[in-house]
């Protein structure tokens, strides 16, 4: 466990949530604003249940059925309208979607009432940190996918998502890095969707975080880093690749020590 001494702090941009609450009804629009997001879910999915499936909590006779993670409580940290959150619950397992923009989560549980289906889902407008106070190691596995670049204090965030894993279980980070590649692939993408610097200043590049510091942060709580692999995002055909190659996105998995 670590200490309390972030406990008076947050990890909430005041800017981030105003350019959420501005973009939340556009985000079901997989033209829009939020097309990255939507054309990344055939590669995180997949990458998310395999690494559920290696940590041991899925049992031989579901691996690979369409409710292979039936029975498993999943967090989504940071989950907008729920993109990501939609499409885990497909396998079966009862997802927690958590976002402090409180337009996010009305988007989410909006686009939610369209599939009846969908009733392993549970939207909540709060912080990471007012979560874990109450979701101590709860969860099967959690995900902060495309987020931590948008929060302040990225060390605490962590802590705050590692304390809501039970032992044994897996973290997914998925971010850009913070290199000079990642800065000028940004600026390229600004250009070709037609945005100027100014609509995305609330996520300026110096907020990106290098693998490196994701793991030595995972490490202080307990979390223990499996790999790192690169993600390449192809800006003509707008569709996402796994690499070799990391200096722009990456995803990192890693597990939490048993006690």
């Not at 100014?198 to 490196?212: D, L, M, Q, S």
Request: hydrophobic share 35%.
């Amino acid at each position: 466990m670590s200490s309390l001494q972030h406990d008076a702090s947050t990890t909430v941009n005041a800017q981030e949530i105003a350019q959420f609450k501005h973009s939340s009804t556009s985000w079901w629009d997989k033209e829009g604003y939020a097309k990255l997001l939507h054309t990344l879910n055939p590669l995180r999915v997949p990458w998310i249940v395999d690494g559920i499936v290696e940590a041991g909590l899925v049992s031989k006779d579901r691996i690979g059925s369409s409710k292979s993670l039936e029975g498993l409580k999943i967090l989504d940290v940071g989950c907008g309208a729920g993109i990501l959150s939609e499409a885990l619950a497909e396998f079966g397992c009862t997802v927690v979607g958590l976002d402090p923009c409180a337009d996010m989560i009305h988007e989410a549980k909006k686009h939610m009432a369209l599939n009846p289906s969908l009733t392993n889902i549970t939207y909540i407008n709060e912080t990471v940190e007012q979560h874990a106070e109450k979701h101590m190691e709860e969860y099967d596995a959690v995900v902060a996918s495309k987020v931590i670049e948008h929060v302040d204090q990225p060390d605490l965030f962590l802590d705050m998502c590692c304390r809501c894993l039970k032992p044994g279980a897996p973290i997914y980070v998925t971010t850009f890095n913070k290199t000079w590649t990642s800065w000028f692939f940004r600026f390229i993408r600004q250009f070709l969707s037609g945005h100027s610097h100014h609509h995305h200043e609330a996520n300026p590049w110096y907020k990106f975080i290098c693998p490196e510091d994701v793991q030595k942060s995972l490490e202080k709580y307990n979390c223990v880093t499996k790999h790192v692999r690169g993600m390449y995002y192809n800006l003509l055909t707008y569709t996402w690749y796994w690499s070799y190659f990391h200096l722009i996105s990456y995803a990192l998995y890693a597990v939490k020590d048993k006690k």
